[in-house]
């Protein structure tokens, strides 16, 4: 974690500027509330807490395109990019995506994982969890997915537990 605490640095300053909410969760983005009752005897004590989330959608062509620098700003501060591929995916645009990255001189680390509706299990989401954690992704690194739907599901899901906000 050490020899990574310089990129860390760095790209909370440079997401300061590119994702504001990345570093500063409690902002317009994340909004937080809550209420404790308790009974006069304090017996009972109930908590009610929400929490609202908002996200920032990015739509354009060609995304892999070297000139395209939406992913190249987010990963480049990172050092790295690490990136659930769905395994039919990875035959079409797989050289593209290292090739993006290499371009940009971020690091690609490529997880390949069946997107069949026969991988829609908890088992395939352990086995995503297993490889985030191998490959020390932090809580708050952003993971690219690049599928359909299967792929999206259980790496949401696997990333979801990853990055729990607890």
Known sequence: FLSNSTAYLDNNIALETIDPHAVYPTSIYRHSNGLTLATPDSQTIEAVMSTTL?????????????????????????????????????????????SYFEYHGIKLVMLVHGGNEIDKDIQHVEEI????????VARNEPVLIMGGGVIADIGGFATALYHRNT
């Open 54 to 98: 908002t996200t920032t959608i990015k739509i354009t062509r060609g995304v892999l395109d070297p000139s395209n620098m939406i992913l190249a700003n987010l990963y480049q501060p990172l050092g790295r990019c690490v990136a659930l591929v769905d395994d039919k995916v990875v035959l079409h645009y797989g050289e593209k995506l290292k």
């Open 129 to 136: 969890l297993v490889e985030l954690k191998k490959n020390n």
